[in-house]
């Protein structure tokens, strides 16, 4: 192993070396919205809060990098794009499946003319060979085929042709970790950014009236109405013409292009269907209410003309004028709502997430919604949330607007009108409307609109130079909170006047308006410029006025006054109000406005800005000075007193908001960032906060508390400001204060805050989390926001000395702060550091003595209150005996983690990340700013650290396990721990000496193994934190060279890297063995790697529940490291590679043995009939892989165990569970990536020494590595083929496998599925575990993907199929060169040949198959003679397979395929037994290809026939022997099958027809057992897909006879059955199989009756199977029959095991029939005849179809008519509706004609005696009844005495059921029924079903009331009454009649009897309330008995008289014969 530490050093510079650090500190600027960033005003001091607020808001993002992440980055390769051009470099393989596929809609496109049913009438030999093979072309020959050659050369140019053009990474064609399976990975949190909702852009198009008379300006806003909630501001525009501003000019004294915007963006964060748009229009004031102002415009049309033309005019110079002089002044004038429920679709509402919501009450933990989610949502709002998918853009027309009402106009009145809009449009009729034209263009709004503005009229980035029409963003006002810290300086405030009373004022208030403006003082200059501009006009104005409600003394206002605010606020800010009245008429030299009065609001109270409604007084006078120092109600008196309206009472409404980013809104933040910055800045004591003043000696007190309450503070404004509050907690932590003299310490009480914060972030369900369950806010606060605390330096003020003492690193433990009030935590333990930890502890800290100490020099201060700066730069005060160091944040940070206590320590510890990545972001800041990275790292970070590092990973792992023994709920928190922990470790890695991180991980692994002992949730714990560790970028380097003995882990003993020099030669064997085994010594020497493998063991050999899901886990921990290894650009060169796979070496060894745990993919995908056996679960022999010589010897010796079979019960395997499909396919990727890049010398080193049972692992691992990867073709969506689901498998596999192990394989089956012993545990586990594996999901999936994804995903996965079989060729090779120096070849090459069989039988590409033939073929020369002699099962095999590909529609493969088979027969030919051996093998594989494969083409096999003669001729050296006479002989042979099978080709869509089709090929090869064998194998198979299993077991037990029939030949054993004859208790049908004359063929004969099944166990093996079918099809009593025939050779053989299963199963069968007897269905029989010479042969033929149990008449004829119309088309076929005889005269001679009559079996009296049970009554039948009703005349039905009946029985060849479902009938007979005979059956039976309903136990009253109410209810009595009344009023006049009239007249006197009993019997079984209907019963009945007495008692005298001598013929004539037709034969054919 130590040759791996010896790597040079430069391999180990490519690895990326360790000497630099992986983490970078990286400052990245903002990304910035907008042009510039938002800022304040220039040229004005700031508060320090704003200033800070501002700092967070632009100061560039502190991140800390990887510098190798990009390499490491797992399959970085996959996840960037590069995966996209990958594809481009790969070479197309080519898979036959595909080739036929192309191939194949050609053939579909016409219509199915088929040539069905030519001549099949079997005149002729059906092997006739009437198609010459010479005729043909040969393919291209292989040249040197014949040449010889060295074994050695023929071997190199083989490796080198394998070698060439291989793909070096084998995971890039592997698909990535699933999601589910992927090593965590962090989430790079979203860059915190503005928020914006889902944003729309609305364009005015068109805004104009009827008459066009004046300007007019319209406002746009957006309303909730269920809210009740106007959600955005108020965007104003006017599409006036030049003319109408013209209007205007005097009072606008300049137009701002910002103004002139007429398109906005609104932004909705929480879409619903109840918002509006509400567009407001406004005129310039005029004279009159607002209903005469809008007279003209409702009356006057444009297009009028004339007259209204005149009006017009008129009217606009009117409009001039008061433009000219009211032109500031606006009126209400009219509004129109538009809906945008279609845009904001209410069906994506209901979605649980909808845009924003991620941040909103909406969100459930569940949704794991990040907010980065909820951004990109808000990005692409519109596709995401669904809100419209349809959405494009959308132009709304309306051409009404409603009229103003002067009286409402307020929002209440505005959300009333919407409401009602919304219900109906009843407004319509309410309100006035005025005609007009509104068109507005409404669609998303893209993320990057060009020449945009931000609501403050900041352009936004894209900003071209040559100036568009702007369009405006316009604020949103959310209707709930949005959970988004800020990230930009915003500060606006809205004011809304509401209402004025002046009701009691007066006369003079009519026309009231008000003048509104920001003053920053009270002279009238100091109006600021401050509020936004309307439309049209300036950018910012001094002053806005209301809109004017013509003529209303209490007016409503909705005006929306938006206000810039300043931001610095002192006390003289505040808004002033002045009331007007305005005269709309001229008076002469009067001034329009008159003064009605003032108010005024401060800005601020307390410092702090006032927002909210209020009710302010109106000062009628000027105000007095000084007046904005006060609030308006509360102003002290003055002297001359104010005069007020309604005496001081508040007449005036006013709403002010604000919407900013430095004002917090909130108490306890407010106070919080106070007192922080009045630590900072010089301030003047007492300070007031809020309401209260606070002395400097309170201020400690005061902070402390303000930190704990901040948690109390709502949770909008905490996540608003979050980033602040942070950072001014972390800067309290770590900076020392001096307050009133005194060192404070805020250490404690800021950590506390902290997690106080990050446990209600998390707890809060309207905050994100991201897949791990971290808050999304922190996570982005770490990575982008945090920094470490910047000690602050402030100059102290003069005055006092400035020798201030600095306390050292020293926490609340050491402080000597005042006691806090009860209210705070009580104080901690005095500590050096954390008790935990070993340490002495001084009884009095030296530095608390200095602290102590240093308070008598204090006092000199000035000013008392400081930060105490951290700086070494203050010089020693003499009390201060050591010059003090900074306190460190990580060392401050992990102390308070070690210490703290209670509910602080538990929620540090749930919430562990978040302290994790603060740790390692501030100590990666602390080494950068160090620039320490040239000294050791065991030096970085002092002991004292390090004692607490190790405490807090041990008291986290403590934490995790005690977690886990709690339930579900806890455990995934600490899963979330865990992974928290790993990551943490994993950046330690990066930062601190690795030796000493090793050891915290051993602890880890220990701590948790001591204390858990639930196995799957430790393993799944210590893998997940595994993982996450190897996923380091230096991995590699962590596990294989220590370069410098220096860091070498700290592993329980010394490395040995030194001992031995690196090359292998050196090695001793055992050495190179134990590499591939997980040593203790590999363990210490690559410590990670160490770890794994032994999870990944422990894992595998695991039991439990849930245990397969942690083995999934182990599995793909493992394969993701590779593939990173395999992808990592730094481990590209072939040596590297070489280390790497030595590496993992042991991985092979743990491979092999978990091999009985694979899945088994060759069960699933079993279609070439060669199963791997698996074993089961109950059964005590469970090994679940057998080793390959074991399963030969069990195949040649079944029954006794005494062989090596006994290894399978010594096997200690039963226990495994099985890995599913998923893992096994993971394990077996990384096993051939060892293998391929591994050393081949050491491997095949490796493989000489090993045993040969080992070797066969090896082989059998090979085996399933085959179906494993094999190619499953371009994934179309209806073609999911995958091995879990794939449940149905071919019945020959299972046979095979059955035999091969003598165990029933379907029984085996079964036993699987029982629920208790899952032999697929995986199975039901992926259905639970994974749900995106489940294959009719990704069916669904497929649907989605563009052609050419599935392209590509196909190209890739054909060349990973290519890849994985030429990887486990080359294993191959290497075995057999390893092996072929020792002598185990015979026991391997059976090994290997089977590995090679099962490649060849899946699905490959040409390029593997090439090299796949040239292997075998020098296999074939080199092993020859054992191959032929040993292996003869797989020599069949392989004849099979190779045959298979001989019909390949590829040349390159056919070729390949033909001159292996030829190399196959003349190396056979050595040996005389032998070729006649493979003569059958091919021919019985060609038989079974036929049958089976629907691919098979005839062309390109006879070419392929054509080849091999060809090869054969052109052999020079055998033309002497009789080997090339012989290979003719077998192609004519071979030949002829084929010919067989185009005929079937041509029946592949008649199922009847090609039945009997096959059934024919099998009879023709009766002298050839084997085929017939082969071919009834076929049928069964066809059946079987059908489902038809009675018939599929009837071909086995035919099949079984036939062996019987050949064994008893043999040897005369008295256990077996005696030839076919010991089967007709089965079925009178098997003796078609006794066997030919013995001349004929004598089962001694070489090569004849020599396949697997002419055995005992073979006979066994068609009997089991056959005794499944029959058990699956329902028929039970036949599975007794068989078994009869079973159970003597078993006991022969006494194999005990089996016939406990044999009678298990019979058990089982009898149980059925006693619980389902009358429950079964057995099948529904029809005749079906045809007619026509369409159907040539079948012309004239009657056969008897059976059908499934339930099939009605009319679905047979369907199909029949569908499928004969879609041979003749649908016009040429008929089917004849009724059962009467045909008459072929009177048919159309081009038509076909199907006659279909339903049938019932028949019997006669004397069957029925033998014929008792249900089953007895629908088995074995041959003859069938169909009754035709007729009268004279011609007519079906007549009167009851007219009325005839015709019953036909029908005889068939053979019984069903058969080995078919159609049967020919040969015998047709008809009986004629008389009217009487008629009565006296219909009688009869209505007799029969009185007694059966009377009998019947359990008594079923329903059942007889049925029947009772037929006999005797009042309206059917006309039933037998009328038949009573017909036949039995009068004694007939022909004598011949008597007897029929006295068996009627029994009939009803038995008949009237059984009602009787009926009656009573009713009666008994009567409820009360059925009491009623007995009677009218009872009644009924008496009713009927008195009507039939006379009849029935009446006897005819003639059959009474004593009998005397009687003629013969007369009592003939009496006999029923003579009605008796005389009988039809029917011989055609017969």
């Known amino acids: 192993m130590t040759h791996l530490n010896s790597l040079d050093a430069e391999l180990a510079q490519e690895l990326g070396d360790f000497t630099d650090d992986d983490l970078d500190v990286v400052f990245t600027p903002k990304e910035c919205r907008t042009l510039q960033h938002s ?136 698909p990535a970790v699933d999601e589910e399976d992927a090593v965590e990975i962090r989430p790079v949190p979203e860059c915190p950014k503005e928020h914006l909702g889902n944003r729309i852009l609305v364009k005015v198009l068109t805004l104009k009236f009827e008459i066009e008379i004046e300007p007019i300006f319209a406002s746009i806003a957006l309303y909730d109405i269920k809210e009740r909630k106007k959600i955005s501001e108020n965007f104003h525009c006017d599409l006036n013409s030049d003319q109408f501003k013209g209007f205007l000019r005097a009072h606008t004294p300049s137009v701002d292009p910002s103004s002139q915007a007429r398109s906005a963006v609104f932004s909705v964060t929480y879409p619903s269907s109840d918002i509006y748009l509400v567009v407001k229009i406004e005129k310039v004031l005029q004279q009159g209410e607002i209903a005469d102002c809008a007279e003209p415009y409702m009356v006057i049309r444009e297009s009028d003309g004339g007259k209204s033309k005149e009006k017009v005019e008129k009217l606009k110079l009117q409009a001039e004028s008061f433009c000219q002089r009211l032109g500031k002044y606006r009126m209400p004038f009219a509004w129109a709502p538009i809906s945008l429920a279609s845009f904001f679709n209410v069906s994506t509402l209901d979605r649980p997430v909808s845009d924003g919501e991620p941040m909103t009450g909406r969100n459930s933990v569940g949704e794991r919604r990040s907010l980065s989610q909820s951004r990109r949502l808000s990005e692409h709002a519109w596709e995401e949330n669904g809100v419209g998918y349809s959405f494009k853009a959308t132009t709304l027309a309306t051409n009404s607007f409603f009229k103003q009402e002067g009286d409402r106009l307020s929002d209440e009145d505005l959300f009333k009108f919407l409401a009602d809009y919304k219900r109906s449009s009843s407004l319509q009729r309410r309100v006035k409307s005025i005609p007009g034209s509104l068109r507005l263009e409404i669609s998303p709004a893209p993320e990057a609109i060009s020449c945009c503005l931000t609501p403050e009229m900041q352009p936004v980035k894209p900003f071209p130079e040559n100036r568009t029409r702007p369009h405006k963003e316009i604020l949103e006002f959310p209707i709930r909170e949005v959970y988004v810290p800020h990230t930009v300086y915003r500060n606006l405030l809205y004011v809304y006047p509401q209402r004025l009373n002046f009701a009691n004022k007066l006369a003079s208030a009519r026309n009231i308006t008000i003048k509104v403006q920001f003053m920053c003082g009270e002279d009238p200059s100091s109006a600021m410029p401050v509020i936004f501009g309307k439309s049209s006009g300036p950018e910012f104005l001094q002053e806005a006025y209301t809109a004017i409600t013509y003529h209303n003394k209490s007016p409503d206002f909705y005006e929306e006054v938006k206000i810039k605010l300043p931001a610095k606020l002192t006390v003289n800010h505040h808004l002033l109000f002045t009331f007007y009245h305005i005269s709309c008429q001229q008076k002469q030299g009067a001034s329009g406005e008159s003064l009605l009065g003032y108010s005024w609001l401060p800005m601020l109270l307390n410092e702090r800005l006032q927002t909210g409604s209020y009710c302010l007084p109106v000062a009628l006078e000027k105000l007095p000075p000084n007046y904005s120092m006060h609030s308006a109600e509360k102003v002290p008196l003055q002297n001359p007193p104010i005069k007020w309206a309604e005496g001081h009472k508040g ?352 602890h880890y692994c220990n701590q948790l193994s001591a204390k858990l002992n639930n196995l799957p949730t430790l393993i799944s714990m210590r893998l997940e934190f595994l993982r996450i560790l190897c996923s380091h970028e230096h991995y590699l380097n962590l596990n294989l060279f220590f370069l410098n003995p220096d860091p070498a882990p700290a592993s329980p003993c010394p490395s040995i890297s030194s001992q031995n020099s690196s090359s292998c030669s050196s090695f001793q064997d055992q050495k190179i063995a134990s590499m591939f085994d997980l040593t203790p010594e590999y363990r210490q020497q690559h410590f990670l790697t160490g770890l794994l493998f032994t999870e990944l063991a422990v894992a595998l050999d695991a039991e439990g529940d849930g245990i397969s899901r942690v083995q999934r886990k182990a599995v793909s921990a493992i394969q993701s490291l590779l593939s990173s290894h395999d992808l990592d650009p730094r481990c590209v060169k072939p040596e590297v590679k070489v280390r790497i796979a030595t590496l993992y070496l042991p991985l092979v060894g743990i491979i092999l ?308 088979l030829y190399l196959l027969m003349r190396f056979s030919f050595g040996a005389t037994s032998n070729f006649a051996r493979v003569k059958m093998q091919v021919t019985m594989s060609l038989a079974s290809l036929v049958g089976k494969a629907p691919d098979f083409n005839e062309e390109h096999l006879r070419r392929s026939l054509r080849t091999i003669l060809a090869y054969s001729e052109e052999d020079t050296v055998m033309q002497t022997t009789p080997f090339p006479t012989q290979v003719e002989e077998l192609l004519c042979n071979l030949n002829s099958i084929l010919y067989d099978t185009v005929k079937m080709r041509e029946f592949q869509e008649d199922p009847e027809m090609l039945m009997d089709l096959m059934y024919r090929i099998a009879k023709s090869y009766q002298a050839s057992p084997d085929l017939r064998l082969t071919w009834l194998q076929n049928m069964a198979e066809k059946h079987t897909k059908k489902k038809c299993f009675t018939e599929a077991a009837m071909c086995l037990v035919h099949a079984a006879a036939l062996v019987a029939e050949y064994l008893s030949m043999l040897e005369d054993h008295s256990y077996l059955p005696v030839g076919s004859v010991s089967f007709q208790n089965i079925s009178s049908n098997v003796l078609e199989e006794s066997a030919v004359s013995d001349d004929t063929l004598s089962p001694d004969e070489d090569g004849v009756c020599s396949g697997r099944y002419f055995t005992e166990s073979g006979l066994v093996g068609l009997l089991e199977q056959a005794a499944e079918l029959f058990s699956t099809g329902g028929l039970y009593e036949t599975v007794n029959e068989v078994y009869k025939l079973v159970i003597p050779i078993l006991e022969a053989h006494r194999d005990f095991r089996k016939l406990t299963s044999t009678h298990d199963k019979l058990q089982k069968a009898f149980d059925n029939i006693i619980h389902k007897d009358h429950k079964r269905m057995f099948g529904t029989y029809f005749r079906v005849g045809f007619y026509g010479s369409k159907f040539g042969d079948l012309d004239e033929q009657e056969f008897v179809y059976k059908e499934p149990a339930i099939t009605k008449l009319p679905e047979i004829s369907h199909r029949l008519e569908g499928f004969y119309s879609q041979c003749f088309g649908a016009e040429f076929v008929e089917v004849i509706k009724d059962s009467t005889p045909v008459d072929k005269t009177k048919l159309d001679p081009s038509k076909a004609y199907i006659q279909i009559t339903f049938v019932e079996p028949y019997f006669d009296e004397y069957e029925m005696k033998d014929r008792v049970t249900y089953f007895e009554k629908n088995f074995n039948l041959r003859r069938f009844m169909y009754t035709t009703p007729f009268t004279l005349e011609g007519r079906p039905r007549g009167e009851l005495h007219e009325q005839y009946r015709r019953n036909t029985v029908l005889t068939t060849t053979h019984a069903f059921p058969y080995i078919k479902t159609r049967i020919r009938v040969i015998q047709k007979e008809e009986f004629v029924l008389t009217p009487i005979e008629v009565a006296i059956e219909d009688m009869k039976k209505k007799t029969l079903q009185l007694a059966v309903a009377v009998h019947q136990e359990p008594p079923d009253a329903k059942m007889l009331q049925m029947v009772l109410q037929g006999s005797v209810g009042a309206t059917v009595n006309q039933g037998p009454l009328e038949v009573a009344q017909v036949f039995l009023a009068e004694i007939p006049a022909d004598p011949k009649l008597y007897r029929h009239h006295n068996k009627l007249r029994l009939c009803f006197k038995e008949f009237i009897m059984r009602c009787g009993e009926a009656v009573e019997k009713n009666k008994r079984l009567i409820t009360a309330e059925q009491r009623e209907y007995q009677t009218e019963l009872k009644k009924n009945y008496n009713k009927l008995r008195e009507s039939l007495r006379p009849m029935i008692e009446r006897k005819i005298p003639e059959l009474y008289k004593p009998i005397f001598r009687v003629e013969s013929q007369k009592r003939d004539s009496f006999h029923r014969s003579s009605f008796r037709k005389c009988e039809t034969q029917l011989s055609q054919g017969s």
């Open 39 to 174: 800022l304040p005003e220039e040229g004005v001091e700031l508060d320090p809060h704003v200033r800070d607020c501002v700092q967070t808001y632009v100061r560039e993002w502190l991140i800390v990098s990887r510098k190798n992440q990009g390499s490491s980055e797992v399959c970085s390769f996959k996840k960037t794009g590069s995966r996209k051009d990958f594809h481009k470099t790969l070479q197309k393989q080519t898979f036959e499946s595909e080739t036929l596929e192309c191939s194949e809609p050609a053939a579909q496109t016409g219509p199915r003319r088929l040539n069905v049913l030519c001549d099949v009438s079997g005149k002729g030999p059906l092997t006739a060979c009437d198609f010459n093979l010479r005729s043909l072309q040969p393919d291209q020959r292989l040249e040197n085929l014949l040449q010889l050659v060295t074994a050695e050369d023929f071997e190199k140019e083989k490796e080198e042709a394998r070698r060439a053009n291989r793909h070096a990474e084998l995971f890039a064609l592997y």
């Open 651 to 1002: 007449v005036f409404n006013i709403e002010v908001q604000a919407v900013s980013s430095v004002h917090t809104q909130d108490n306890h933040l407010e106070k919080f960032f106070t007192l922080c910055h009045s630590l900072e800045s010089q301030v003047t004591f007492p300070i007031r906060v809020l309401d209260q003043k606070i002395s400097e000696s309170a201020l400690e007190h005061e902070l402390k508390l303000s930190i704990i309450c901040l948690n109390s503070s709502r949770l909008e404004p905490l996540v608003l400001f979050l980033h602040l509050v942070l950072d001014k907690l972390f800067q309290l932590s770590v900076q020392p204060m001096v307050i009133a003299g005194q060192t404070a310490n805020f250490s404690q009480f800021a950590f506390e805050s902290v997690v106080a914060i990050a446990n209600s972030l998390h707890n809060s369900k309207d905050l994100s989390k991201d897949q791990h369950g971290r808050s999304c806010l922190l996570a982005s606060y770490v990575h982008y926001v945090f920094r470490l605390p910047e000690p602050q330096r402030d100059v102290l003020k003069s005055g006092g000395p400035a020798a201030v003492p600095d306390p050292r690193y020293h926490t609340y433990g050491r402080t000597s702060a005042a006691a806090v009030s009860s209210k705070l935590l009580q104080a901690r333990v005095m500590s050096s550091s954390n008790p935990d930890l070993a340490g002495t502890h001084c009884a009095a800290d030296e530095e608390v003595q200095n602290i102590m100490s240093s308070k008598i020099t204090d006092r000199n201060c000035s000013r008392m209150s400081y930060y105490c700066s951290g700086n070494t730069d203050v010089p020693c005060s003499p009390a201060a005996p050591r010059p003090a160091s900074k306190k460190h944040f990580h060392e401050e940070l992990a102390l308070q983690m070690v210490v703290s206590t209670g509910m602080v320590r538990e929620t540090v510890f749930k919430y562990a990340w978040f302290f994790f990545e603060l740790l390692v972001k501030s100590m990666a800041q602390y080494v950068h700013n160090l620039d320490k990275r040239d000294s050791f790292r065991r030096n970085r970070f002092s002991d004292r650290f390090k004692d607490d590092i190790t405490t807090i990973v041990n008291v986290v792992t403590s934490e995790i396990a005690a977690l886990l023994v709690k339930p579900q709920k806890e455990s995934e928190q600490a899963e979330k721990i865990n992974i928290s922990l790993a990551f943490f470790l994993y950046d330690l890695l990066s930062l601190m000496d690795r030796g000493f991180v090793f050891n915290l991980i051993k």
């Open 1153 to 1460: 043995d978990a091999l009985p745990q694979l899945y088994d993919f060759t069960a699933s995908d079993a279609r070439n009939g060669k199963s791997r056996t698996s074993g089961s679960f109950e059964d005590q022999d469970g090994a679940s892989s057998l080793n390959q010589n074991v399963a030969m010897a069990i195949a040649g010796n079944h029954f006794n165990l005494k062989t090596s079979g006994t290894m399978l019960s010594s096997l200690p395997y039963k226990q495994y569970n099985v890995l599913n499909a998923d893992t096994t396919r993971n394990l077996m990727i990384c096993f051939l990536w060892i293998m391929k890049n591994a050393d081949q010398s050491l491997i095949r080193k490796w493989i000489a020494d090993l045993p040969s049972m080992q070797l066969n692992r090896i082989l059998d691992l090979l085996f399933i590595c085959v179906s494993c990867f094999e190619y499953k073709g371009k994934q179309t969506s209806d073609k999911v083929s995958n091995q879990v689901l794939q449940k149905s498998r071919d019945v020959k596999a299972r046979l095979e496998e059955a035999l091969l192990r003598g165990e029933g394989a379907r029984g085996e089956m079964m036993r699987r599925r029982t629920p208790g012993n899952d032999r697929f545990p995986g199975l039901n586990e992926n259905l639970r575990w994974r749900k995106e594996q489940t294959h009719w999901r990704q069916a669904n999936e497929k649907l989605d993907k563009t052609k050419a994804e599935l392209d590509q995903e196909a190209l890739i996965s054909g060349n990973l199929a290519t890849e994985a079989n030429l990887i486990i060729l080359d294993m191959q090779e290497n075995i057999i060169q390893a092996s072929s120096a020792l002598d185990c070849k015979d026991s391997l090459l059976g090994g290997v040949l089977r590995v090679l069989v099962n490649s060849l039988s899946c699905d490959q590409s040409i390029t593997y198959l090439t090299h796949c033939f040239a292997t075998l073929r020098a296999l074939i020369a080199k092993f020859g003679d054992l191959l032929f002699e040993e292996e003869v099962e797989q020599c069949a095999d392989l004849c099979q397979r190779v045959l298979h590909h001989c019909s390949s529609a590829m040349d390159v493969t056919r070729s390949q395929a033909c001159a292996t």
